[in-house]
């Protein structure tokens, strides 16, 4: 099933942004005609997992980015970026099965991201 799902321009602004190295995430919410990703908020860099978690809502279904950084055993350090899909365990509204649905949509279009994790609240 391939999804004429679209992207506002200012979730590439923001995804450059955060490539950038200016934001730590992202979150992604879409219309009500579930047409268009739009930016729902975003974390500036000094921003902390906990703000993230708390952007998300707590009763629909949401794609988000976040930047994590790392260790690596040799001491040299890393980051990567990471796409969630986040869906609470107890929304069982028409979101969620469309949210399953575009998520590859959504990967193909952020270039550069980590496979999905699905998160459940």
Do not use: C
């Amino acid at each position: 099933m391939d999804l004429a799902l679209t992207f506002d321009e200012e979730v590439d602004v923001e995804f450059n942004r955060m490539k950038a190295k200016h934001l730590r995430w992202i979150v992604f919410k879409t219309n009500t005609a579930q047409d268009t990703v739009s930016v729902e908020s975003v974390g500036e860099r000094d921003s902390t997992f906990e703000a993230f978690k708390d952007a998300l809502p707590k009763a629909e279904p949401r794609w988000a980015v976040y930047e994590t950084e790392f260790v690596r055993p040799d001491g040299s350090s890393g980051s990567k970026i990471v796409l969630f899909h986040y869906s609470p365990d107890d929304y069982y509204g028409p979101l969620k099965f469309f949210f399953a649905t575009a998520k590859a949509k959504v990967e193909t279009h952020f270039i550069g991201v980590n496979k999905t994790k699905q998160v459940r609240s």
